[in-house]
């Protein structure tokens, strides 16, 4: 499985610690990669190893409901459509609430930062003390701290 990240992730993970996310099957779209320069001054794809993915046309049609449209970027319904295009191959990682709801609308995956670090410790072996430093630090920032407890306590009762 492919992880598939939007700009909060790559933002959010640029202003705590880069290294974390190291060595993680992470792909985007390049205008994610542009948002992110836009927005911390950095290309990302520098410092980590990300792949790219090819926007397609779309041949398959989502759903996008009208009162989620003036909600999303043309960026937002991009990476969605990718997301859903490889449903079977992506988890989609994003904090951005409306796209997280149209992907829901469209079964498509979704994690928010906190419950991706978490389903890593979980299903791909990442070290638990490790996830919770970075949620830590990723906690001073976010915008849901309480997303980040209840992701942190739920990793100290598996066991």
């Not at 909600?71 to 490889?86: P, Y």
């Not at 994003?94 to 890593?120: E, H, M, S, W």
């Not at 970075?134 to 701290?145: E, M, V």
């Not at 407890?149 to 739920?154: L, P, Q, T, V």
Request: overall charge positive.
């Amino acid at each position: 499985m492919q992880y598939l990240v939007n700009a909060t992730f790559l933002i959010y993970s640029a202003r705590t610690d880069f290294s974390f996310i190291e060595g993680l099957k992470l792909c985007t779209i390049q205008p994610v990669l542009d948002e992110v320069a836009r927005e911390i001054g950095l290309d990302v794809s520098i410092i980590i190893d990300i792949k790219r993915v090819n926007l397609k046309d779309r041949k398959k049609t989502f759903q996008i409901p009208k009162n989620r449209l003036k909600r999303l970027s043309v960026i937002d319904q991009n990476i969605l459509f990718v997301a859903f295009e490889g449903k079977k191959s992506y988890l989609l990682v994003t904090d951005d609430k409306q796209i997280r709801k149209v992907g829901k609308v469209n079964r498509i995956r979704c994690l928010t930062t906190p419950k991706f670090i978490a389903f890593l410790v979980k299903h791909s072996g990442m070290d638990r003390k490790d996830a919770v430093e970075f949620l830590l630090k990723l906690r001073q920032i976010y915008t849901r701290p309480k997303e980040i407890d209840s992701a942190i306590e739920k990793m100290k009762r598996w066991k």
